[in-house]
Each structure stands twice: as structure tokens, then as C-alpha cells.
């Protein structure tokens, strides 16, 4: 079975002349293509024993689920692809440019979102009376809340290297140089500066984003070399000594002022765009947003929107496009919610629909739109038009958040108090026409049947279990808190396509066994289990998403296939702090992975849990 699988995944990515690189996670095959067009989409979809299919950030990946394992070495003994041991390391290593700038912005939303809450708090307390703009609490909270877009060469120096792949704090240093006070008293003085007998171009980098992160990406490189002619005694100092040495000049002579001409570019092309049509960036990127997030480029125009904020204090050009094109996809997903007759398909539509409303589209766009596809048609139309709206409103975006109905507030404005007003107007217009645009367009339902097809294949293969004959629990597998599944930013287990269970965001690194019973398997990077309990229940436990991209670093198993566990047992040790410092989500989802077995499982606890309380009960 899993030879013929695959030599049709082969087959269709293009043959294995067209693999450039190929590896897997727990539940995916992931793939670089030669030339994505040579991959027939529809067949692997369509292919029996696939779940999935995703084509993202430069990546195809093949959902396959709990045989991944397998069918990635039949595909290694075919003979038909290099291996990935064979190829060169320098491949495992190249990102795409959506990748990469994802990797520097994701880990900073969290300070830049509560920085800009603190402005609307701000806003609203002044508006309202309660605190004077004139008293020195305002000043205080006022400046602490724009420090973080002042020293963003700092925070950006560090979350760039950890994305090129060098010292983080070697970014910091050069990022603080770059805003130094005594650097900023030359800028201030506006006196011509030569450094090493040239001429010295005096740039303000504060709340500068494009000169910094051009600045690492050399010196990611200047690092290695100083790394190759450092003698191994003296490695430690001498390397960032050669590494500095390089890199100043290159900072305040050449890299840093050619990054603030093209941020400057940046800020010209939209204020020029603003000028001629104010109007026409909200609607394209309102019309366009589910396209882009399809293929990682939203990553890409995400930037400037950074930029416009740290410049001018808001911005129109991704903002409320963003915003109402995700409550356009909440309202389309929660018409076919209410129109579809499948009661799971209704059940995962109804949250997905909610969760896009507050921003989060991910789970609705794989669960829902991409499989039934007519519902990008109001998607699309009902952003366009919302977003036309916010462009001839002039409607902008005073701080960063969630483009959603949770960050509403981030359009309050004391000079503009119409600014809000104008923001919820278009997302009532967002709403209203893709919710009706769905009756109108329709669908083509998912059947009760197909999952009833499936459940009979499953049958044949195992007897399912009749309600009361027996129940089995799940316990938590560490401190933290309980998601549900369709929280998960994984498609694959946010749609549950891989089984039913939860995800819990755990407190610290140990993750304990929920079930007394087997390992069955461990992922050769640590972060992935496989358990079967006494009693029969298969359970994957997939710790954090993408981690398979440390390649095991910061994970170390405590068990080993085959051994036996009991309730509470240590399984896997992480250094979670270190995990979450790169960028990744330690959001750990427990899947189910025999759901097919059991009539009904239910979960028992949301939020927070201890470990070893039960969170699963399964009939």
C-alpha cells in the first residue's frame, strides 16, 4: 500500500527529476519543487490514503498523517529521488523571502499589539475625562508606549539573526548603535561627519524597520567568514571582534543609510498611491487578502504596513483592508454554517467562521473555503467593497493587532473620532454582503455519507465501540492551557482532518504521558509521539507547530519506542523558552488519531488544567 502511494505522489509532483529537496514532519510530507507547475494538485488531493495538500511559503506539503513515516520510505527506497542526506546542506538551510520575514515579525506582535492597546487606553481615558493629556501618568505611559516602534533596529537586530542564522545579540549591538544617543546627536547636529576619511550620509534609524534587517543579513555572512579564519584558541573573541570591525563601517557607510532609501521608497510609493487614489489599496487588499494569505505573500506587504506606523503614527495601506476581508471570510463561513447539513462540517464552520471574525482566518480558509472554493466568490466581492469604503473614508489604523472585530479599538482616535464609526460601518458591510453573497453564490454540501463511507472502511478493519461499552479518558499533558483544535494555526489540525482531540499551550518543557500504555513511536527530531493506551485509543502528541524546522534542537525524548508508560510519565523534555524565542508556537495539539473507533469523544476542560487532569472522554 504505501509503495504504490508512493509512487503516485511521486508521479505527481512532477516526477523525481522535479524534487529539488524533500523531508517530513509527523503527520506531512514537505516538499521543494523544481517547478510547482509540474505538480498535478487535484490527483494528490484526490488520492486515496492523502489527506491534504498544502502549497505554501515555497513548500508542498502532503498531508498524509499517522503512516507519514512510511510512505517517506517507500519514497527514499524508490530510488527515484536523492535522499536528503545526499544533498546539499546548504538546501536544507534556504527559506523563502514570506518565510523569512515571517520568521522577524511574528515573534514582535505581542509587544507591538499591547503597545498599541495601551494607546487606545490612553485614547479612550483622555477622551472620556479620565486622565489629562497634560499630566506627567499620560507623558509616562505615553512615551513607554511608542519606545517599542523607537528601538525596533534593536528588536528587529535580534529576531533578523535569529532568522539568518547568527549571534542575536551581535544584532542588538549593531541595531543599538544605529540609535545610540551619541550617534543621534550627530544626526541632530547636522554637521558634515567622515568616518575612516569618507563622508558619512546621517540617517535617523530610530522606528527604522528595512536598514536593519539588510544590516544582519550581511553580517550573517561577515559572521561565517570570521568564523572560517578564526583559529579555533581564540575563536571566542576573535570572531566578533572581526565581525564588528566589518560591519561598522558598512553599517553607517553603505547598508544602513541604502536601507533608509529604500524604506523612504517605501513611504513615497504609498503616500503617492494615497494621493492619486486613496481609495484603491483598501479595496485590493481587501478583494485580494484570502489569495495572498493562500501563499505566504501577505508576509511580504506587511512591512510597509510597520513602516507607514513607525513613521507617521497610523496607516491606511494593509490595516482595514486586512480587517474587513477577515469579517468577510467569518461571514461567509458562518453562512454555510448555517446552510449546510453535515453536523460536523457545521460544527467546524460555525468556530472557524467565529475565530476569522476576531481575525484568526487560517482554520475557516483550510477547513471550509479551500475545500468547497465557492465561498471565496462573496470572500472576495464583500472585502473589495468594504475595503473601497474604508479607502474613501480615509479610514486608518493608529497601532498593530489582530485585523479583527478584538482589535477594533485600534482605529480610536481623539483628532478623528469618525475614524472607529467609519471602521465598524465597513465591517457591517463586510459582514452583510458575504453572509447573503453565500445564500446567493451557494455551495455544493459535504454529505453525511462520505464520513459514513469512511467509518465503514474503519469498521472493516476494527470494530468501532458502542456507546456505554467502554469509556476512556485523556489526561492533560502538562500545566498550561486547553485549546480547542480549531485554535491550532495548523490547517491539518485545526480541521481535524487528522482526528479529533485538543491542543494545550504548556506552562513549561516536560510533556507527560496522558494514557497508561505503549510508545509506539518517536519522530527522529523529538518533537513528535506516538502512544497506543491499554484500552486501544492511538494518540499523537505534536509538540508546538513546524518545530520538525529545529531539527530535534531544544528537544530530547525520555522514552523510547516500545517502552512502557504510565499516567504522569515524563516523555519529552524541551527548552521551551528557547523554542518560543525563535519564532515558533509551543501550541501542543493530542490528536485522536483512531477517531473512527469511537462513537463519540468528548471534551471534558477548556482553559486552565494541571497535569493529569482529565481534558478527553472517549466513548
Not at 524508490?78 to 515571517?102: H, R, Y
Not at 566589518?246 to 529604500?262: A, C, D, E, K, N
Request: aromatic share 8%; hydrophobic share 45%; charged share 20%.
Amino acid at each position: 500500500m504505501y509503495q504504490e502511494l508512493a509512487r503516485t505522489i511521486i508521479k505527481n509532483v512532477g516526477g523525481g527529476e522535479n524534487i529539488s529537496n524533500f523531508t517530513h514532519c509527523a503527520t506531512r510530507l514537505r516538499f521543494n519543487l523544481k517547478n510547482d507547475s509540474k505538480a498535478d494538485l487535484q490527483t494528490l488531493k484526490s488520492t486515496k490514503g492523502i489527506i491534504g495538500v498544502v502549497n505554501s511559503n515555497g513548500q508542498l506539503q502532503i498531508i498524509i498523517g499517522s503512516d507519514v513515516s512510511n510512505v517517506y520510505k517507500e519514497i527514499l527506497n524508490s530510488n527515484l529521488v536523492v535522499s536528503n542526506d545526499k544533498q546539499d546542506n546548504k538546501k536544507k538551510g534556504l527559506t523563502s523571502i514570506f518565510e523569512i520575514i515571517a520568521g522577524i515579525f511574528t515573534p514582535i506582535m505581542p509587544p507591538l499589539t499591547a503597545a498599541g492597546m495601551l494607546k487606545v487606553v490612553l485614547i479612550i481615558a483622555s477622551t472620556f475625562g479620565l486622565l489629562s493629556k497634560e499630566s506627567q501618568t499620560y507623558y509616562i505611559f505615553n512615551f513607554a508606549a511608542d519606545s517599542i516602534f523607537f528601538i525596533f533596529p534593536v528588536i528587529l537586530g535580534y529576531t533578523s539573526a535569529v532568522k539568518f542564522k547568527c549571534n542575536p545579540y551581535m544584532g542588538m549591538l549593531l541595531g543599538g548603535a544605529m540609535i545610540h544617543p551619541s550617534y543621534m546627536s550627530l544626526v541632530n547636529a547636522k554637521e558634515a561627519v567622515t568616518f575612516l576619511g569618507l563622508p558619512m550620509k546621517l540617517v535617523t534609524y530610530a522606528s527604522s524597520v528595512v536598514p536593519i534587517i539588510l544590516v544582519v543579513f550581511v553580517m550573517s555572512y561577515v559572521e561565517n567568514f570570521a568564523d572560517k579564519v578564526s583559529p579555533k584558541p581564540i575563536r571566542f573573541f576573535l570572531k566578533p571582534l572581526i565581525t564588528i570591525l566589518v560591519m561598522i563601517p558598512l553599517v553607517f557607510l553603505v547598508l544602513g543609510p541604502l536601507g533608509s532609501i529604500t524604506g523612504e521608497g517605501l513611504a513615497v510609493l504609498v503616500n503617492k498611491i494615497n494621493t492619486v487614489a486613496p481609495w484603491l489599496i483598501p479595496a485590493i487588499i481587501g478583494a485580494t487578502t484570502p489569495l495572498l494569505v493562500m501563499i505566504g505573500m501577505h508576509w511580504a506587504i506587511i512591512p510597509i504596513g510597520f513602516n507607514e506606523l513607525a513613521l507617521k503614527g497610523f496607516e491606511n495601506f494593509i490595516g482595514p483592508g486586512m480587517m474587513v476581508s477577515n469579517i468577510a471570510h467569518g461571514g461567509a463561513i458562518l453562512a454555510v454554517a448555517l446552510k449546510t447539513k453535515n453536523k460536523d462540517f457545521k460544527q467546524l464552520a460555525g468556530s472557524s467562521g467565529f475565530s476569522a471574525l476576531f481575525g484568526i482566518t487560517e482554520p475557516a480558509m483550510y477547513g471550509v473555503t479551500l475545500k468547497l472554493k465557492k465561498p471565496l466568490i462573496p470572500i472576495m466581492v464583500a472585502g473589495g467593497l468594504a475595503g473601497l469604503y474604508c479607502g474613501l473614508m480615509e479610514v486608518v489604523r493608529y497601532s498593530t493587532g489582530m485585523p479583527g472585530l478584538a482589535s477594533i479599538a485600534i482605529f480610536i482616535s481623539d483628532i478623528k473620532p469618525s475614524n472607529v464609526i467609519h471602521a465598524l460601518i465597513a465591517c457591517g458591510i463586510a459582514f452583510v454582503v458575504s453572509f447573503v453573497g453565500m445564500f446567493v453564490v451557494g455551495f455544493e454540501d459535504i454529505p453525511n455519507e462520505n464520513k459514513e463511507k469512511v467509518k465503514k472502511e474503519k469498521k472493516e478493519a476494527k470494530p468501532a465501540l458502542e456507546i456505554g461499552e467502554v469509556m476512556a479518558t485523556v489526561k492533560s499533558i502538562a500545566d498550561g492551557e486547553v485549546i480547542e483544535l480549531s485554535a491550532v494555526k495548523d490547517e491539518a489540525f485545526a480541521s481535524e482532518s487528522l482526528g479529533k482531540g485538543f491542543a494545550i499551550i504548556p506552562e513549561n518543557g516536560k510533556i507527560l504521558s496522558p494514557i497508561n500504555g505503549t510508545v509506539v513511536s518517536i519522530f527522529a527530531t523529538n518533537h513528535a509521539i506516538g502512544l497506543e493506551s491499554e484500552d486501544g485509543t492511538e494518540i499523537l502528541i505534536h509538540i508546538g507547530i513546524d518545530t520538525v524546522r529545529l531539527n530535534g534542537e531544544h528537544f530530547k525524548s525520555l522514552v523510547k519506542e516500545g517502552d512502557s508508560i504510565k499516567i504522569g510519565d515524563i516523555l519529552v523534555e524541551f527548552e521551551k523558552d528557547k523554542v518560543v524565542k525563535k519564532g515558533f508556537d509551543i501550541s501542543t495539539p493530542v490528536i485522536i488519531t483512531n477517531t473512527f473507533d469511537y462513537k463519540n469523544i468528548i471534551p471534558i476542560k477548556f482553559g486552565k488544567v494541571k497535569a493529569g487532569e482529565d481534558i478527553l472522554s472517549l466513548a
